[in-house]
């Protein structure tokens, strides 16, 4: 899974154990598909914004714990 991958170089806060992030990543990914099952594209492109948001978030988070002490990140 891409979040085991994740999981190897980024240090999720205490409180969130790796079990839960997998359980909460399959429980968004099946309301998208169930969204996109029911042709409901407000709701689609709001959990797919938000799921995009969280890695963007989760990703510059891992980039600033491991490797840009020197640059400038947003």
């Known amino acids: 899974m891409r979040v085991r991958r994740l999981r190897r170089g980024y ?4 409180y969130v154990s790796a079990l839960d992030v997998i359980q909460r990543a399959e429980t968004r990914h099946a309301d998208m598909i ?7 594209a407000d709701a689609a492109e709001k959990l797919a914004h938000e799921h995009t948001m ?6 510059l988070d891992y980039m600033r714990q491991n490797m ?3 640059m400038a990140l947003l």
């Open 11 to 14: 240090e999720f806060p205490k």
């Open 54 to 59: 969280l890695f963007q978030k989760r990703f």
């Open 68 to 70: 840009t002490e020197s």
């Open 34 to 40: 169930d969204a996109i099952a029911r042709k409901d």
